[in-house]
Nanobody
Framework: QVQLVESGGGSVQAGGSLRLSCVASGLIFNSNWLAWFRQAPGKEREGVASIYPGGYSTYYADSVKGRFTISEDNAKNTVYLQMNTLKPEDTAIYYC?????????????????WGQGIQVTVSS
């Protein structure tokens, strides 16, 4: 049974930083894509960043390029999302996901396992 457990969320002022962590269990870490998604109230879930363990491939949404960095620690089965220069529009529930996307590693429809989500709030 796949389990993904997020941590590191919270509240921060605009311009600040947060680092999210996601510990994965029950899957072969280095044969699955891992990704971060977010969902703001009234909006659809959107892809933020994705990584294929080993760091061979990473992808970012245009809205976070240059501010967010996804990384992984294979020894700890953990994927991270470092978020810098946060903006109020980054406020959302952030989800960790694992899967084997075929066509788009930032599409939520192509992921089969999800964490419970964690709140990130950025105030102006």
């Amino acid at each position: 049974q796949v389990q993904l457990v997020e941590s590191g969320g919270g509240s921060v002022q605009a311009g600040g930083s947060l680092r999210l962590s996601c510990v994965a269990s029950g899957l072969i870490f280095n044969s699955n894509w891992l990704a971060w998604f977010r969902q703001a109230p009234g909006k659809e879930r959107e892809g933020v960043a994705s990584i294929y363990p080993g760091g061979y491939s990473t992808y970012y949404a245009d809205s976070v390029k240059g501010r967010f960095t996804i990384s992984e620690d294979n020894a700890k089965n953990t994927v991270y999302l470092q978020m810098n220069t946060l903006k109020p529009e980054d406020t959302a529930i952030y989800y960790c996901a694992a899967g084997k996307p075929v066509t788009n590693s930032l599409s939520p429809h192509q992921y089969s396992s999800w964490g419970q989500g964690i709140q990130v709030t950025v105030s102006s």
